[in-house]
């Protein structure tokens, strides 16, 4: 079986003194594992690392079968990396998402939004507002989606301040009086098509928002715990330093 197509690397770890054992997320057909042959003096190291771009052709007698990689080098994203620290805590909080995602599930609308927000990691007014997209689409593609399009009370779509913890669906402000205390925020923007005005406040509700229910949907469903690089990303755009 041969398989050809464009990637992001999401995971690469030593499997044997001539074998590093990869995970990339191609474009049109989702996760794929397999082997990279460590060959000496060529530098391979430097291309198949989390968070390039890579094209990619995966080859196996049998589509069950583990498999190899040959890969050449479409976008080299390292350098973000190495001069930023919270660049790094945003990338590895993708991969530690992508690495419980099922493999060979077709997943486009990922590719493309983890794609923009790897490109846009120096645009700090930008790149926490997509990585909130991908947190959301991710809930949603694990099958466990929320629902902000109405109220669960009573229907209505109008001032929908509030989360259901029980179910994933908006709440009126009307619908939820009384109960405030036992809903989750729902910031205005995650219901609008544009990014307007946006505090802090509403930023780090949002992020709130989707730990709830990445911890109580998906995360419980495989026994671990939210990704320390999560938590860092999350202490980052708290400090007082952060200004959106």
């Given amino acids: 079986m041969n398989l050809t197509d464009k990637g992001i690397a999401i995971g690469v770890k030593k499997f044997s003194d001539s074998t590093n054992l990869m995970k990339i997320l191609t474009k049109d057909n989702g996760i ?7 060959k000496k003096n060529q530098g391979n190291s430097g291309v198949n690392i ?4 890579l094209s ?3 080859r196996a007698r049998l589509s069950e079968h583990l498999g190899f990689f040959n890969t050449e080098l479409i976008k080299s994203r390292s350098s973000n990396y190495l001069n930023s620290s919270i660049n790094l805590e945003v990338l590895n909080s993708i991969c530690s998402l992508m690495d419980i ?3 060979r599930e077709e ?4 590719y493309n939004i983890i794609e923009e ?3 846009n990691l120096n645009n700090t007014s930008l790149w926490p507002f ?3 997209k991908f947190e959301l689409l991710f809930i949603e593609r694990m099958g466990y989606g929320l629902d902000l399009s109405s109220c669960a009370v009573n229907g209505s779509t109008d001032n929908l301040n ?12 009307l619908g939820a009086k009384g109960w405030e205390d036992r809903l989750l925020k729902l910031p205005e923007f995650l219901g609008q098509n544009e990014i307007k005005s946006v505090s802090k406040a509403d930023l780090l509700d949002s992020l709130k928002l989707t730990e709830f229910f990445l911890i109580k949907r998906v995360y419980s469903q495989y026994a671990k715990n939210l990704s320390s690089s999560r938590k860092r990303m999350f202490d980052y755009l708290s400090d007082d330093s952060f200004i959106i």
């Fill in 56 to 58: 990619v052709n995966w």
């Fill in 32 to 38: 794929y594992s397999g082997l990279i042959r460590i």
């Fill in 162 to 173: 509030w989360v259901s913890p029980k179910t994933g669906r908006a709440v009126s402000a």
């Fill in 101 to 103: 995602f099922p493999e």
């Fill in 130 to 132: 997509l990585y909130i």
């Fill in 117 to 119: 927000l790897l490109d």
């Fill in 107 to 110: 997943c486009i609308d990922l």
């Fill in 50 to 53: 989390p968070g390039n771009t």
